[in-house]
């Protein structure tokens, strides 16, 4: 059968009769050296397992890399019923290919946990093993990874149990609650130097990163793989694309923002706003220059600076006493509105000082009265 190229090396394409329907479909290869061999192998066809180039590009590497199994592995260990948690992991990865969000979670258990729970099979684990992965983060203050790992591995034994690839554990995996309730804020004043400082920066796509931050409450993820087609002048809206891998949302363009997007240079090649230096990519990581900026804007150390501002963001919302919880947790996308809580003492405060105003206007008049009654000589 012919081989097609495509734009990423190391991966061709052949065409197939489609499964279960008429015409054709792409069926891609990858090609690699590994240990002085070279591979060949099928990683999935284009309209039965949604396969695209880039994809296949990105299973081709974690080939390479040791990170993934190839479709023979996977069946070997089908037969042989030797389940590693590894093996759960990477036969999980390879039945969740159209979640995006997943290559956060890759990495998290690359770096935690294969390397170290990862060769042995759940039935092979003790309470201990999980204690010893905790403490290890939660010595080194990683305190919310130490609860995500826990939660990832938890997860991936799950699904072996589910398919019934392993039996079930004869203990509970034991997961610390998180207190995650940090609001950052700013000072009016301090709101003012930041302002000033992005004004003058010399990096200004990062300063109108960190605007658009401020002014619309976007992830930081969000904002990075944002495009052009995303933002609705028109009927004024922006479409945030997987936010934390949920489905689309829209939030409201306002003024603002608006402004801050005729300042960018449209890159007619890039389709994002945020172009990265290779085609068809956007950028990932701006440390230095924001770096630079909250030095010398003179934040507060322990200020995260772009998710710090989407606390700022909804914090002034909050606070202004205009905004109904549910309209916030809608601007936030936020899935469930306890995570919109944290800013109801905002809300809080701002009905107080409005019930106050009342309070202070009956007390006006009070005074006007007695002070009327007091110019008329009729006893209060």
Not at 253 to 263: G, I, Q, T
Not at 290 to 307: Q, S
Not at 341 to 352: E, G, S, T
Request: net charge positive.
């Amino acid at each position: 059968m012919k081989r097609f190229s495509t734009k990423y090396p190391g991966v061709f394409y052949r065409l197939a009769n489609r499964i279960g329907r008429s015409g054709d479909e792409r069926v891609y290869y990858v090609v690699f050296k590994k240990d002085g061999r070279t591979h060949e192998e099928k990683v999935g066809r284009q309209y039965a397992d949604n396969m695209t180039a880039a994809k296949a590009s990105l299973i081709r590497a974690e080939r390479i890399e040791g990170k993934r199994l190839s479709r023979k592995e996977i069946r070997d260990r089908k037969k042989t019923n030797k389940w590693t948690v590894n093996a759960l992991w990477d036969e999980y990865m390879a039945t969740h290919a159209n979640n995006k969000s997943l290559l956060i979670e890759a990495r998290k258990f690359d770096r935690n946990l294969r390397y170290t729970l990862g060769n042995k099979e759940p039935n092979e684990l003790a309470p201990l093993d999980f204690d010893r992965i905790r403490l290890k983060l939660q010595r080194e203050g990683k305190y919310t990874t130490a609860v995500r790992v826990l939660e990832l591995i938890k997860r991936t034994i799950n699904f072996g149990i589910k398919r019934n690839l392993v039996s079930p554990l004869k203990f509970k995996i034991e997961i610390p609650r998180l207190y995650n309730q940090t609001t950052e804020d700013l000072t009016s004043e301090q709101m003012a130097v930041l302002l000033k400082t992005l004004d003058d920066d010399e990096d200004q796509l990062c300063a109108n990163l960190m605007r658009l931050a401020l002014f619309s409450g976007m992830r930081r993820g969000e904002l990075f793989k944002l495009k052009w087609d995303d933002i609705d002048t028109e009927r004024g809206f922006i479409c945030i694309r997987d936010p934390k891998g949920g489905p689309d949302q829209k939030i409201p363009l306002n003024d603002a923002a608006r402004e801050v997007f005729r300042a960018i240079p449209h890159d007619e090649e890039s389709p994002y706003v945020f172009p990265g230096k290779k085609e068809d990519t956007h950028l990932t990581d701006m440390r230095k220059s924001i770096a630079r900026i909250k030095m010398n804007a003179r934040l507060p150390d322990g200020f995260r600076p772009l998710h710090g501002l989407r606390h700022v963001y909804a914090s002034m919302l909050a606070s202004s006493g205009k905004v109904d919880m549910y309209t916030l947790q809608k601007l936030l996308t936020h899935k469930s509105p306890l995570m919109t809580q944290r800013y109801a003492h905002l809300r809080d405060d701002a009905l107080k000082r409005a019930s106050n105003v009342a309070s202070d206007l009956i007390q006006k008049i009070q005074n006007g009265q007695s002070e009327k009654s007091s110019s008329t000589g009729v006893d209060k």
